[in-house]
């Protein structure tokens, strides 16, 4: 009796690699972190299963390597078969995902300059104050009055006789000048400013697809293979998406960032040196 097999083409060579190699589904879901599910649906050639976009060739690319397939070739038969158009198709509630983490990184960033701007106010009202009260504490020496130094003349009796001389007049001795009290210490610098520089290292524990953009330039838009390191410097915004959130490690200046996600999750997020910090654990 005849068995059903699956339709054949591009899934159909998969199929027969897959086969030949003698790999399970379920093994293959467990090494690439893909669902069971869209691994069927690429054998069948239902794209419509599929995430769309590069996540798709990453999908492929990851197939491809674990049943023996050059990863490259394999990716460009899939674009031939099924043109790009169909593939961005995917599922269209991606844009509004990635649309949704950019506006919740711009309202920390407000959040944050806000924060900064509060704090700065009551270091710049102390700083007026030590200034202005130093220059009020500074007394003037109070002015000492002259003492007289002209001598009273002698009284002349009514005989013509000279009387005895009187003696000298003595000045008081001049106080001296009070001190001067001493102007209160300088006010404490303002805090440091901000990192105006990031330090990205990303490691990857096994494999996951990641494209990231570091200030406008595509640096990354491949699959990393376990153990494979990358560090970036970022000056103004990286914006990276991995296709397995929690296959990837992440240190922020230095700082261990928290998990991006949870294992399988697809999560694009955008890393500037004002909002890092929101990445880190917390303590």
């Known amino acids: 009796m005849a068995v059903d097999r699956p339709p054949g083409g591009f899934g159909g060579k ?38 769309g976009g590069i996540f798709s060739r990453a999908f492929v690319r990851s197939y491809a390597i674990e049943v023996g397939l050059d990863p490259d070739s394999t990716i460009q038969e899939f ?17 509004h995902v990635v649309d949704h983490v950019a506006a919740e990184s711009e309202r920390r960033t407000a959040g944050a300059f806000l924060w900064l701007v509060g704090l700065s106010l009551p270091i710049a009202a102390a700083l007026v104050y030590f200034a202005t009260a130093g220059r009020r504490a500074a007394p003037q020496p109070a002015a000492v009055p002259s003492q007289s130094r002209e001598r009273t003349p002698a009284a002349v009796p009514a005989d013509g006789a000279s009387s005895a001389p009187s003696a000298p007049a003595t000045s008081a001795p001049e106080p001296a000048p009070a001190a ?13 400013a901000a990192e105006s520089q990031l330090v990205v290292k990303l490691v990857v524990r096994r494999p996951c697809y990641v494209s990231a953009t570091i200030d406008g330039d595509k640096r990354i838009d491949r699959l990393l293979q376990p153990g494979e390191e990358q560090t970036i410097e970022v000056r103004r915004e990286m914006v990276v998406t991995a296709g397995d959130a929690s296959a990837i490690t ?32 917390k303590r």
């Open 79 to 95: 674009i031939a078969q099924f043109p790009n158009d169909s593939i961005t198709a995917g599922h269209p509630g991606k844009d």
């Open 14 to 51: 998969l199929r027969d690699a897959r086969e030949r190699r003698g790999v399970s589904l379920r093994q293959i879901a467990n090494a690439t972190k893909i669902s069971v599910g869209a691994l069927e649906a690429l054998e069948r050639n239902d794209i419509s299963r599929l995430p």
């Open 180 to 192: 001067a009290t001493p102007a209160p210490p300088p006010a404490a610098s303002t805090p440091a």
């Open 250 to 281: 992440l240190t922020l200046n230095g700082a261990e960032a928290r998990p991006l996600g949870r294992a399988g999750e697809v999560v694009t997020v955008r890393l500037n040196p004002a909002n890092y910090r929101e990445y880190l654990f």
